[in-house]
């Protein structure tokens, strides 16, 4: 057999495929849970194979709103289980993923007449709301077990002007800080798979899609079709995780996939800090149509979002944020903001996979996850939160090997937290040999975010990072249409 170098290009990966056809573990799905699933099977040297149809990360893992937090919004939904879990994630990630770590101090203002959109009727009086806010917040403090540094505090309306100074001051009542995090979801997955790939010597291979899955009894045959080089791959796999988030399986498996609602989020991104936010978060209470929305400080630039739309422009693979979702988000900021124009310079989408069919709005449905045993040997996990993913992935593996997994501390080599958002031939070079980059997009959207912190989707710097790809005219002109499929930029050529 071919020794290769021990590397994350896609190129390695694909080569070792070749050799290796036959697992104990296949994973479908390389978003954050798919990539800890393999890291923890790696961990313990079970011979694992983890495959996305599209780039390692592109699904609901790059497209959220970044936060790693309890979830403050599902305490009025009685989900006291999910928060309390949440927080327990968010320490224990605090010492596993060092520097995509990030705490997070964010303000919820107390609006006369506005409340608090997910907080019961009765609690939305001007004199109640405050008190069953601050009463939820000690709640969530105590859920936390959280020390007297990281609970949350009063804040005045002048300190409130003063902190964040863009912030109206009209029917400002007081307001509250809390404690929460974020991360790069993006980076995460991907500094993870190298993690598992370089360290832990297993596979991954990004655009190679599963197309047929036959049960053999004693194990499964795989078809897999590599999208880059349109070749067939036949593996065998003792054990399969299905990690696909909103997509179902393909063929006789489609109609035991996972019954599930989708929930939509649009996000805009705002260069540099017009807002002063001054590296503090805001939570804005109330949206017109009684949703939340968040104001967040991200990479030293402002990004404005908000969840639980109903429906989603685009597709599953390339939702986007339409003119509506961004004039919703845009009025929005107007409403909070002394600010006349919100100069916004990108946009992102994304779709999450909500279990639970019985409820007629998806802002209601649990977000917990499910693990789903759709045969034997072979689970589907859907749902769930960015800040679970360690433990939706632990169990999913616990529930298949019945033994115990634990994710190990990450390595950080050739720091892809450190990579900058503008095109540097020798990060581009990094990041195709480490990083498995396969598209000058995967360089753009996840690697770096480029094509979120430039004009027109970074387009700029497009002609120079097509030069480390063969065929650059086609490759200029697929992602150009990429662009276009993900609403960052409108120009044709
Ligand atoms: C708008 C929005 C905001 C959010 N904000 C937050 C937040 O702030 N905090 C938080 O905790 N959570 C948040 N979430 C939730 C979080 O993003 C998701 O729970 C998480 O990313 C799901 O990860 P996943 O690995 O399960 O799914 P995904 O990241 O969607 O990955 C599934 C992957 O499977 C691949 N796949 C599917 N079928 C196949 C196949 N046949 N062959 C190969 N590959 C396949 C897909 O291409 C995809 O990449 C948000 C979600 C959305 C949509």
Redesign the pocket.
Known sequence: MIEYQLSFSREHQINKLADNTDFELLV?????????ALEMASNSGIKTLL???????????????????G?IRYLPQMQFGLVRE?LQEQKKLEELIGGLYKPLNLLAPIFKDDGFADLPKIFQNNFIAPKAFKAGLSFYDFLGLRNKEKRHISISKEEINKNFPLLKKENLSKGFLFNDA?TD?AKL?LTILRNAVEINKSLAVNY????DIKNNIDNFTVT?IDKIYNEKYLITTKKII?????????KEYKFKSSKMRF?????IVLKGDPLGLNNKGVLLPKTEDKRIM?VLPWLNNTIV???DTEDFSGTL?N?FANKKDIEYLVRHVKKYFSINNVDYISS??????LIGKDSTSSKNVS?G?YVNNIDKNFIQ?????????RS?AKESLESLFNKSFEMKKLEFIDDLIKIQDEYQSDELETCIRHYSVAKPLDYMLRRTHLSWFNEEGGKASLNAISEHFSNKNSILEETLNELRAEGLTEINN
């Open positions: 479908i799905g390389g978003g954050v849970v798919g990539a800890a495959v996305e149809k599209n780039d390692f990360s592109s699904g609901a893992s790059s497209r959220s709103t970044k936060l790693l937090h979830g949440s974020q979801d997955v190679l899609e599963v197309i897999l299905a990690a696909t988030g909103v997509h179902t399986l393909p929930s939509g989020g649009a996000h968040f979002g908000t969840t693979d939702p992102w989408s994304g779709v999450r996979a977000r996850h996990v859907a749902g769930g939160k960015l800040t679970g993913f939706i």
